[in-house]
């Protein structure tokens, strides 16, 4: 019943993403809150909007960036906290602007690379 209800929530979710042009992320997460709220209440709504976040962020991110954050050489930092996508890099972390793309940034935290959302300093990709 999870499995039905988890997919019925990310169908709800990838329909928004894909139309929405502005801010992709920032919609998916809310309309992705929105859904799984409805399907199920609180519990939903914050998978609903991690769901949300996800696809809308790797619908945003141009494969251009990818590469660009592949190429560029900077060392590794260590952190403690956790680095996956939607957590927020401590403020000890630098943050490199991603040449021509200057609404992304991007640092190479525990020796991977991460791209990094300037305003809420929250990872919206881990590189591979």
């Known amino acids: 019943m999870k499995m039905k209800t988890a997919v019925a929530v990310a169908a709800l979710v990838l329909a928004p993403a894909l139309a929405s042009a502005q801010n992709v992320v920032r919609d998916s997460a809310r309309n992705g809150a929105d859904a799984g709220g409805q399907v199920l209440g609180p ?48 403020e000890t972390v630098v943050l490199h602007e991603v040449p021509r793309y200057h609404e992304y940034r991007y640092a190479v935290v525990n020796d991977q690379r991460v791209i990094v959302d300037p305003r809420t300093r929250r990872i919206i990709r881990v590189v591979e």
Do not use: N
């Open 43 to 90: 519990v939903g709504a914050a998978v609903g909007g991690t769901v949300g976040a996800a696809v809308g962020t790797a619908v945003a991110i141009p494969d251009a960036v990818i590469t660009s954050v592949r190429g560029e050489r900077v060392p590794s930092v260590v952190v403690h906290e956790r680095i996956a996508v939607g957590e927020p890099l401590p």
